[in-house]
């Protein structure tokens, strides 16, 4: 309960009792009955009561159209969502707290009436009978990757537990020491594999691993090679990987399956984007992996998911783990699932209609003219006290993608005219978190930086700088 919802009121000391409303005359007001309508009657009431009990505490009367505003405002802040969208405008344009790609339009409108419909989601229009949730986007994975099969569940962590489980629970999944990773989030590999119930056979150095290492390694008890992509982090130096072509030869050689866990993985050669080159599907699949892994919301653009593409009996497999029923994705996202890799069949309009890859290949003329055209904007509406000038940034894909390369952009940045102390730029970054749509930049070179790679609609975002308060800087 925040007593600033309170309208501002001195106490009265000279009254021993201040004059509040009754419950029930706060009730009777015509403009509370809407609120009832809005909210229920047990709530109105409630906050009624702890407005009325802050006046008492406060010692402060209360006319009834005070109470009424306190009320309104209590619990329409109590209401209001706890998912707040936010201008991501940090320069990771997929950022995993900031909840990652967002969707193309079309992903969407088919989310939208997916949820609005019944849909057919486990069921054969042409047999009348049950079908496969997978079917919806079976077709079009194998297309996009040339793999045999595919599946999918809740994220790529899940298709990395359930692969590991299906392929090699109580055997070994031999890993080089290099490749042991931890994402964020308490993803750690070994534990991935522990809780998969699957032996951790580790193999070669954390710089060098070589092809005889796995060789050595594998006898009955193996169940698989795992191979993972270190999507976050890079070894340099002195130090060797096997290439996947050799690691799919020596799987085959021993009939053991290879797993190559791709993290972001990606369904095009981003390069023709100008974009770092980050492996495809599509070339693991075709150097001989027998099943990759990837998320659906990293460079893929599209929402929370993780597939496995390849092998058709190994594919089958992971379809009869009963781990496959409680890591299933709902009709939603299925729908949304569907409607962005559909996008990746027309190339030629894939960069304009997929919001990620539309942010990650924004050409820096055009960032520029943005930030040109908004400074003097922002300018404005800051005031006096602050300087915004446009400057140099370097976006980053994010979520562990390409990790040490950055895409040349142009942001705002924003600094306190008379002072730069940290406390002043933390202000500024926590006036930006409040706006009723929060803008979350980053704070660098003793300034807080808006990068505006991701800003498309700088019309709501100069409507919503408008209810800015910065407490006091501006007279200083
Ligand atoms: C991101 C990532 C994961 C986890 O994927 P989620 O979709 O976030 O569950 C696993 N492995 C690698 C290599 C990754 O980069």
């Known amino acids: 309960m925040a007593r600033s919802q309170l309208t501002a009121r001195s106490p009265d000391s ?16 015509d403009s509370v009955a809407l609120l009832v309508q809005k909210f229920g009657r047990v709530r109105t ?9 802050i006046a008492r505490d406060d010692r402060c009367s209360l006319s009834i159209d005070d109470a009424v505003k306190s009320v309104a405002s209590m619990l329409e802040e109590a209401n209001a969502s706890k ?28 989310a939208v009436e997916a949820m609005r419909h019944a849909v057919a989601l486990e069921f054969d229009l042409g047999g009348g009978k049950r ?22 569940v809740n994220n790529n962590a899940a298709a990395v537990l359930i692969g590991l489980n299906t392929l090699a629970a109580d055997r070994g ?24 119930g699957t032996k951790l056979v580790e193999v070669g150095t954390t710089n060098r691993t070589h092809l005889r290492d796995y060789a050595n390694a594998i006898n009955s008890e193996t169940g698989l090679i795992l191979k993972v992509h270190t999507s976050n982090y890079r070894v340099e130096g002195f130090t060797k990987a096997v290439p996947t072509n050799e690691l799919a030869e020596l799987a085959r050689q021993n009939d053991i399956p290879l797993l190559d866990d791709l993290g972001s993985g990606t369904l095009v050669d981003l390069s023709i984007y100008g974009l770092p080159k980050e492996p495809t599907v599509a070339d693991a699949i075709a150097t001989g992996v027998d099943l990759v892994t990837f998320s659906g919301d990293k460079l893929l653009g599209g929402p929370q998911a993780g597939f496995i593409v390849g092998r058709k009996d190994l594919i089958a497999k992971i379809n009869q ?26 190339p030629d309009t894939l960069a304009e209609r997929l919001p990620t890859l539309r942010a990650l290949s924004r050409p820096v003329e055009e960032i520029e003219n943005l930030a ?50 940290g406390g002043e730029i933390d202000a500024l970054s926590l006036a930006f978190r409040a706006l009723p749509m ?39």
């Open 14 to 29: 000279d009254v021993k009792r201040p004059h509040l409303p009754s419950v029930d005359a706060v009730l009777r007001d």
């Open 438 to 476: 929060p803008v979350i930049g980053r704070i660098a070179d003793q300034a807080f930086i808006l990068d505006l790679r991701c800003l498309e609609n700088e019309s709501a975002f100069l409507a919503n700088l408008e209810f800015l308060q910065l407490g006091g800087q501006n007279s200083a």
């Open 321 to 346: 783990n009963p781990m496959k029923r409680a890591l299933r994705v709902d009709k939603i996202r299925l729908a949304a699932i569907e409607a962005t890799l559909r996008l990746y069949l027309n």
């Open 372 to 421: 040109t055209l908004l400074a003097p904007k922002v300018g404005n509406i800051l005031s006096d006290g602050f300087s915004v000038d446009v400057t140099n940034c370097a976006s980053q894909v994010g979520s562990g993608a390409v990790p040490l390369e950055t895409m040349p952009s142009k942001g705002l940045a924003i600094r306190p005219v008379n002072s730069s102390s």
């Open 83 to 110: 998912l707040k969208t936010v201008f991501n405008l940090t320069g990771t344009v997929l950022h995993t707290n900031l909840g990652r790609a967002q969707l193309a339009e079309e992903a969407i409108e088919a």
């Open 45 to 53: 009431v409630d906050a009624i009561r702890q407005v009325i009990g």
């Open 173 to 196: 999944s031999i890993v080089s020491r290099g490749e042991l990773i931890e994402i964020g989030g308490a993803f750690r590999m070994p534990d991935i594999m522990a809780r998969a």
């Open 131 to 152: 079908g496969e949730r997978d079917d919806v986007v079976r077709e079009l994975l194998c297309q996009l990757t040339g793999a045999e099969d595919a599946t999918l």
